[in-house]
């Protein structure tokens, strides 16, 4: 079956802009989580949902953050005012409910130049 | 605060000959245990986990990881690499006391000589 999908599979945008990445989990998934990835670094948590509410958000680095998950199965991960520092994979993951075990997508290589 | 060290950021080995990766954790409780492997252009995939139970734990592959408490570690073993094993290994602990948050390791190269 379907895996977890990410778009896009690349991003290029320039310091200062707004950004959003998409998730789509796995069907009937009910968790779903964000990571960062920086080169050469391991994931780094950020946020995960259980349904449509975040179960907790507290990796994510600042106010510029922000996700949402409104009915419960796509989410999308909304970077305000981009800073170079932001570069990185954005990792999605989903599993059947919180605390199985977690499906991950490719990844969206975002650039901020 | 939990963490996860992965002492070796790149290991070699010939084909056929074994495998020992190295993870440490610190985690004030019982925890949650995970290698995944990410391969170029792929997702990361489960390899195994461990929550409670027997400390030596199967994964795919032919993968196993011991889990030591006294030494905090929690090490990936295979006995007989295969060339197609070349990929990015990563340690996982769980860091809300169950899978939901992991916190990884930097994650150790594996690379396969013929």
């Known amino acids: 079956g379907a895996g977890v999908s990410q778009t896009p599979s690349n991003k290029v945008t320039e310091k200062g802009k707004y950004v959003e990445l998409r998730c789509d989990p796995i069907?009937?998934?009910?968790?779903l989580y964000w990571y960062r990835q920086s080169l050469g670094q391991g994931p780094e948590f950020l946020i995960y949902?259980?349904?449509?509410?975040?179960?907790?958000d507290s990796g994510l680095p600042n106010d510029r953050f922000f996700a949402v998950r409104p009915e419960g199965s796509v989410s999308t991960l909304k970077i305000q005012r981009t800073e170079r520092g932001d570069s990185a994979v954005y990792l999605c993951a989903s599993s059947m409910t919180s605390g199985e075990t977690q499906y991950f997508g490719p990844g969206t290589r975002l650039l901020v130049l | 605060a939990q963490s996860v060290t992965q002492p070796d950021i790149h290991i070699t080995v010939s084909e056929g000959a074994s495998l020992e990766l190295r993870c440490n954790y610190s985690?004030?409780?019982?925890?949650?245990l995970f290698w995944y492997v990410q391969s170029p252009g792929q997702g990361l995939q489960l390899l195994l986990k461990?929550?409670?139970?027997?400390?030596l734990v199967q994964g795919i592959k032919g993968f196993e990881a011991e889990f030591k408490r006294s030494q905090s570690s929690f090490n990936l073993r295979k006995p007989s690499v295969h060339w197609s094993d070349a990929a990015e290994y990563f340690c996982a602990v769980g860091a809300d006391g169950a899978g939901n948050m992991l916190t990884f390791g930097g994650g150790t190269r594996l690379m396969v000589k013929p």
């Open positions: 461990y929550f409670s139970g027997d400390t």
């Open positions: 069907s009937g998934h009910t968790a």
């Open positions: 949902f259980q349904g449509t509410g975040a179960a907790d």
């Open positions: 985690y004030g409780a019982t925890p949650y």
